[in-house]
C-alpha cells in the first residue's frame, strides 16, 4: 500500500482544520452570547453596578475559545458596544465606558485571555478549571474596583472602603460561584467546540 503523498496529506489537514471561517463565527458566537448575559440582570439598591451573567459568559470565552480567540470574543464584544449598539447593560456607546461598570468591560478580554492561557497550562477539568476561571474573576474584579474609584472620585466621592462595598464586596461571591459554574461547563463545550 504506497504512502499519501505530502499534497494529499496537506489537503487532508486542510479540510480538518477549523479555518478562520469558524474560529470568526466561534468567537462572534461568544461575544454575542455575552451582550445577552448583559440583559440578565440584577440590581442592587447601594451600587450602581448590576449583578449580571457576562461575567460567566467571559470565563466561557477563554475556557472554550482558549487565550487567543477568547480575547478576540470579547474584543468583538467591546467594538459592538463602542460603535454604539445596545449590547452593554444599559446600552452603548464610547461614553458608557466612562461610566461606573467601565472598568469591568475593559477587563472583559484579558480576562477572557488569562482565563484561557490558564486553563491551557493547568489542564482541563475540576480545581484547575477552577483556578483558571478565578484568574478571570480576579482580573475582572481588580480592573473594575479600580476604575470604580477613579469614577467616584471623579464625581467628588472618595474612600477605599465605599469602592469595596459598592463593587467588590457584592459580587465576589457570585462571581466565584460563576467560575465554579463555567469550570464544570467549558471542558464539555471544548470538546464539541474543537477549535485547537
Given amino acids: 500500500m504506497r504512502p499519501r503523498s505530502l499534497k494529499t496529506q496537506t489537503r487532508a489537514q486542510v479540510l480538518r ?3 478562520l471561517a469558524a474560529a470568526l463565527a466561534a468567537t ?3 461575544a454575542a452570547l455575552t451582550a445577552l448575559g ?7 439598591p447601594f451600587t450602581p453596578v448590576p449583578v449580571t451573567a457576562q461575567v460567566l459568559c467571559v ?3 477563554g475556557g472554550v475559545l482558549g487565550a487567543r480567540l477568547g480575547f478576540v470574543s470579547q474584543a468583538q ?3 459592538a458596544g463602542l460603535a454604539g449598539l445596545p449590547v452593554f447593560a444599559h446600552g452603548g456607546g464610547p461614553a458608557y465606558l466612562l461610566g461606573p461598570t467601565g472598568g469591568y468591560l475593559l477587563a472583559f478580554p484579558v480576562a477572557a485571555f488569562a482565563v484561557g492561557a490558564v486553563s491551557r497550562r493547568l489542564g482541563e477539568g475540576g480545581w484547575r478549571a477552577l483556578l483558571a476561571g478565578m484568574a478571570g474573576v480576579l482580573i475582572i474584579h481588580l480592573t473594575g474596583a479600580c476604575w470604580y474609584g477613579v469614577w467616584m472620585s471623579l464625581a467628588g466621592r472618595t474612600g477605599i472602603a465605599a469602592v469595596l462595598s459598592q463593587a467588590v464586596f457584592p459580587f465576589i461571591a457570585v462571581d466565584a460561584a460563576k467560575a465554579a459554574v463555567a469550570a464544570g461547563l467549558f471542558p464539555g463545550i ?3 467546540v474543537a477549535l485547537d
Fill in 17 to 19: 482544520a477549523p479555518g
Fill in 28 to 30: 462572534t458566537a461568544f
Fill in 38 to 44: 448583559a440583559r440578565v440582570q440584577f440590581h442592587l
Fill in 59 to 61: 470565563l466561557l470565552a
Fill in 77 to 79: 464584544y467591546l467594538a
Fill in 190 to 192: 471544548r470538546r464539541r
